[in-house]
């Protein structure tokens, strides 16, 4: 039996248009649901709610919530969340090169 790659293992669970996102939120502090949802407004609250799950679930985030009415809960990154930001800053100086270099690049264009 052959062990799954790790870059296949690593695309499994960040695959999602919005959990990079969140992730890098997440790597400023803590948020709410709704300052999250205000960060990205064209990711629908179902989304949303769906990512942030599959990230708990990964152990990647992890949600708190606070005893009072009404409800608080607030989402922060693990260790293991944090261990990503080398890897979203490796991301982010391509998208920057990828940007200078390219012409016909247009933000939220897809092909």
Known sequence: MSEE???SITLNILN???KLLIIKELLTGK?????????M?????????????ELE???????????EIPPKVEYSL?????????VLD???KWGEE???TTSHFKANEQV
């Open 57 to 67: 679930y990964y152990g990647l985030i992890e949600r708190k919530i606070y005893p």
């Open 78 to 86: 693990t260790p293991l969340g944090e261990s990503l930001k080398p």
């Open 16 to 18: 999602g248009k919005w």
């Open 41 to 53: 407004p064209e990711v629908t609250q179902k989304m949303l709610t769906k990512q942030l799950r």
């Open 5 to 7: 790659c790790p870059v």
């Open 31 to 39: 948020k709410r649901f709704s300052e999250l949802k205000k960060s």
């Open 98 to 100: 990828y940007r200078a």
């Open 90 to 92: 490796v991301l982010h």
